[in-house]
Nanobody, 131 residues
C-alpha cells in the first residue's frame, strides 16, 4: 500500500521553529518530486515548497523563502521541511505529496507546486503559530 505520513506539526510561538517529516511506505521517494502544501481554514491549498529528484532542485513560495528549507534523506525514504521564524500566517494544515510531473528547463527537471500535478498525498499535520 502506497502511503505518505506527515509528522512534526504542533503549536509554536511566533519566531519559533518546527521540522515536518514526510515518510513514505510502499514506494521509494527517490524518483519522485515531493511537494509541501498548506491549507488554512477558508483558503485554497497552496504550494509551500518542493524538491525534485536526482538532483535535488528546490523551489519555495515567496512568503517562506529564507525561512523554510526542504530536504530529502533517500536512505530514510523521508522528506523534511524545516520551518524557522514562524509567523501566525503560517498557521495551516500541512500536507506532503509525491508526483512525477516536472517542469523541464534545458537539462533540469524542476519540481512544480501545483497540487493537481501530484499523485499521492499524506493525511496532513497541523501547524499553529500563536502566542
Amino acid at each position: 500500500q502506497l502511503q505518505l505520513v506527515e509528522s512534526g506539526g504542533g503549536l509554536v510561538q511566533p519566531g519559533g521553529s518546527l521540522r515536518l517529516s514526510c515518510a513514505a511506505s510502499g514506494f521509494t521517494l527517490t524518483y519522485y518530486g515531493i511537494g509541501w502544501f498548506r491549507q488554512a481554514p477558508g483558503k485554497e491549498r497552496e504550494g509551500v515548497s518542493c524538491i525534485s529528484s536526482m538532483p535535488n532542485y528546490t523551489n519555495y513560495t515567496n512568503s517562506v523563502k529564507g525561512r523554510f528549507t526542504i530536504s530529502r534523506d533517500n536512505a530514510k525514504n523521508t522528506v523534511y521541511l524545516q520551518m524557522n521564524s514562524l509567523k501566525p500566517e503560517d498557521t495551516a494544515a500541512y500536507y506532503c505529496a509525491a508526483g512525477t510531473t516536472f517542469q523541464v528547463e534545458g537539462h533540469k527537471y524542476l519540481c512544480v507546486m501545483t497540487p493537481s500535478e501530484y499523485d499521492y498525498w499524506g493525511q496532513g499535520t497541523q501547524v499553529t503559530v500563536s502566542s
